[in-house]
Each structure stands twice: as structure tokens, then as C-alpha cells.
């Protein structure tokens, strides 16, 4: 796989970005904890994935960003603060394909030079009630939620036990601790992920290997946006989904990224096989 790292030219206006694209996007603690720590984030172009990766480099870290798109791999690269943006690259990657998981890893650790953190943030949603369901839809969503997530932790394991402290935080979903109405194969997914992440912990911790997962309820990201887009309105359909948290609103990329960099940093030393919701109260 071709590695892709930002080219010179004239910086992109960030106001002509899509929004779902981290604009001064700041880590609770503006520190360095994740200092030269390098980090490989599937599903890496946008939403939550591009807003980890902009905290991470903001705390030190050198970050691998992947995704099926080099477009979008181009574009989030740009979108990046320019005094970071050097210690960030692009690799092509389709996590529903174990071998393309398997060279993101060699070509990622390459350009690093190590690993001590993966997260897995590639995702697709599904709405689809069970007797419309084909193969083929129940397939992709397996493939990307729950394969995608096996096979790079499957590859990425044997790096992450070289390193001190090495960490993955996976995505799941609030829509993984508890059932959706219509979503039968995307719940099936995301609970797959949350006690797969708790199955890993364990079977990982004599190494030092932390693993957990984030939760989250329905954040402002792209895939978010195609729902909405879905309904007669725009904003009554955000009013309906807002309507159902505890907290009156859905979620800001920046709110999930911040607890997947500190599940990944060394303030979290102490916490594996945890699945933390970030939903506003939604599976309180």
C-alpha cells in the first residue's frame, strides 16, 4: 500500500471543509501524554476517527490515518493544524478485507516505526428490519463493524506486545449495550465489538495490552448527517433524535474523541476491558 503523507501547498481554507471536519479541536488536558506515541486509526478521515487524530497530534503523538478513500485521506490531511501535520500519513485501507488490516499494520508500524496504540473506528450504520434483510447487507455491516475490528487487532497484536503500555480502544456503540428498533444487524455488530474488546482485555493484560471501547450515542459525524438527510427535515428529524437523551442533545465528535485518546493514554493505566458510553445519559 502506498503511504501517503501531506504534500506542500497552499494551506486549505478551513471554512470551505465540510463541518464534520475537527476544527480547533482541544483534549481535555491540552498536555503532551501521548508524546511520541504512534497511533494507527482506521476509519481515520472523518468524524470521530479525523477528531482523535487531530487530539493525538495535538499531545505529541505520530498518527496513521486510514480509510477507503485517498480523496478524503488527502482532504483530511489538510484539515489537520499545519504544525502537526507532519507527524501524520495516509494509508488506503478496506477493513473488511483481513489482508488489506494486515498490510495497514506492516506499512503503518513501518512509517512509524512502531505501534502503541490502534484504534478501530471504521464503522457503518444500518437500518433494515429483519424480514427485508439480505445476505449481502448483513454481510457488509459484519464485515466492516465486527471483521474490520478482529483482523486489526488480529495483525496488530504481535506489534502492540513489543511496546510499554500499548493500548487499542475500539468503537462500538450505545446501540451495543442495548436494542435498537430496526437495527437487528447493526446492534449484532456493535455488541460483538463491546465483548469482543472485554474477550481481548483479558486475553491480552499479562502483556500490559490495555483494551477497551467507546459507546457512543449518536454524534454530529457524516454518518449522522445521512440520517437526518433521510427525513422529511432536517431539523425536526435532529429534534426527534435529540428528544430521546437525557441531556437534550446528541453528541459532538471532539466528546467521543477526547475518552478514546485518554483510554489510550497512560492517565488510564489502570483500565482495560471497559466499555465507557459517551451518550448524554442515553443507557444511564
Given at each position: 500500500?502506498?503511504?501517503q503523507?501531506v504534500?506542500p501547498q497552499?494551506q486549505?481554507e ?5 463541518f464534520?471536519l475537527p476544527m ?8 503532551e501524554?501521548m508524546?511520541?506515541?504512534r497511533?494507527?486509526?482506521t476509519?481515520?478521515t472523518s468524524g470521530?476517527g479525523?477528531a482523535a487524530?487531530?487530539m ?21 490531511l489538510?484539515s489537520l493544524p ?5 507527524r501524520?500519513a495516509y494509508?488506503?485501507c478496506?477493513?473488511a478485507?483481513?489482508?488489506d488490516c494486515r498490510?495497514?499494520?506492516e ?5 512509524l516505526?512502531g ?12 437500518e433494515?428490519?429483519?424480514?427485508s434483510?439480505t ?5 457488509r455491516?459484519?464485515?466492516?463493524n465486527v471483521k474490520?475490528t478482529?483482523?486489526m ?5 504481535p506489534e502492540?506486545?513489543?511496546?510499554k ?5 475500539n ?7 442495548h436494542?435498537?428498533?430496526?437495527c437487528?444487524?447493526y446492534?449484532?455488530?456493535?455488541g460483538?465489538v463491546a465483548?469482543?474488546t472485554r474477550?481481548l482485555?483479558?486475553?491480552v493484560?499479562?502483556f ?7 459507546c457512543p ?8 448527517e ?5 427525513g422529511?427535515s432536517?431539523?425536526e ?14 453528541g459532538?465528535?471532539?466528546e ?10 497512560p492517565?488510564?493505566?489502570f483500565v482495560?476491558?471497559?466499555?465507557w458510553?459517551?451518550?448524554?445519559g442515553?443507557?444511564?
Amino acid at each position: 500500500m502506498k503511504i501517503q503523507e501531506v504534500k506542500p501547498q497552499a494551506q486549505t481554507e478551513l471554512s470551505a471543509l465540510p463541518f464534520w471536519l475537527p476544527m480547533n479541536v482541544h483534549a481535555a488536558d491540552s498536555g503532551e501524554n501521548m508524546k511520541e506515541k504512534r497511533v494507527i486509526i482506521t476509519g481515520g478521515t472523518s468524524g470521530i476517527g479525523l477528531a482523535a487524530a487531530s487530539m493525538f497530534l495535538e499531545q505529541g503523538a505520530r498518527v496513521v490515518l486510514a480509510g477507503r478513500s485517498s480523496g478524503r485521506g488527502e482532504e483530511a490531511l489538510q484539515s489537520l493544524p499545519p504544525g502537526v501535520r507532519s507527524r501524520a500519513a495516509y494509508v488506503p485501507c478496506d477493513v473488511a478485507k483481513p489482508e488489506d488490516c494486515r498490510s495497514l499494520v506492516e506499512d503503518g508500524t513501518a512509517w512509524l516505526g512502531g505501534v502503541d496504540v490502534l484504534v478501530n473506528s471504521a464503522g457503518i450504520y444500518l437500518e433494515q428490519p429483519i424480514e427485508s434483510m439480505t445476505e449481502e447487507l448483513f454481510d457488509r455491516v459484519m464485515d466492516v463493524n465486527v471483521k474490520g475490528t478482529y483482523f486489526m487487532c488480529r495483525y496488530a497484536v504481535p506489534e502492540l506486545r513489543k511496546e510499554k503500555d500499548a493500548a487499542i480502544v475500539n468503537v462500538s456503540s450505545d446501540a451495543g449495550l442495548h436494542g435498537n428498533y430496526g437495527c437487528t444487524a447493526y446492534c449484532a455488530s456493535k455488541g460483538a465489538v463491546a465483548l469482543f474488546t472485554r474477550s481481548l482485555a483479558l486475553e491480552v493484560a499479562s502483556f500490559g495490552l490495555r483494551v477497551n471501547c467507546v459507546c457512543p450515542g449518536d454524534i454530529l459525524t457524516p454518518m449522522t448527517e445521512r440520517q437526518l438527510a433521510e427525513g422529511n427535515s432536517r431539523e425536526e428529524t435532529l429534534r426527534e433524535m435529540q428528544s430521546v437523551y437525557p441531556m437534550g442533545r446528541i453528541g459532538r465528535v471532539e466528546e467521543a474523541a477526547s475518552v478514546i485518546v485518554f483510554l489510550a493514554s497512560p492517565a488510564a493505566s489502570f483500565v482495560t476491558g471497559a466499555a465507557w458510553s459517551v451518550d448524554g445519559g442515553l443507557t444511564a
